[in-house]
C-alpha cells in the first residue's frame, strides 16, 4: 500500500491535535460513541481526516458518513491528502458516484 509522505500530510493546530487525542482516549476508557464538537472554520474535517489516517495506519477501516454531498465531496478531498487517494471512496447517489 503507498502512504503518503508525513511531509505531504497537513499539520494539525494545537486544539485539532487535541480533539483528536480526545477520541482515542475516550476510545480506550469508555463505552459508547464519542462526539466532538468545534466551532464553525475550526477545520473539523482535518480532525475527521487525522483520524481516518491514524485508523488506516494501525490497519483499521473508517467510514465517513454525511448527509449532504457536499459535505461528502470535502471529507473525501480533505481524506485524500491524508492518506493514500486510491484508499478513498465516495458512494453517492447526489454525486453520482459509486
Not at 16 to 41: H, I, M, N, S, W
Not at 55 to 77: F, M, T, Y
Amino acid at each position: 500500500m503507498k502512504r503518503i509522505s508525513s511531509a505531504a500530510t497537513p499539520r494539525l493546530r494545537w486544539y485539532q491535535k487535541q480533539a483528536v487525542a480526545a477520541v482515542f482516549d475516550y476510545l480506550r476508557t469508555e463505552k459508547g460513541a464519542p462526539c466532538v464538537v468545534l466551532p464553525t472554520g475550526s477545520g473539523k474535517t482535518h480532525v475527521l481526516a487525522e483520524l481516518c489516517r491514524q485508523v488506516v495506519a494501525w490497519g483499521g477501516r473508517a467510514l465517513v458518513l454525511a448527509h449532504v454531498k457536499e459535505l461528502l465531496q470535502q471529507s473525501a478531498e480533505k481524506l485524500s491528502s491524508y492518506v493514500d487517494p486510491s484508499l478513498v471512496g465516495i458512494y453517492s447517489a447526489g454525486l453520482n458516484e459509486r
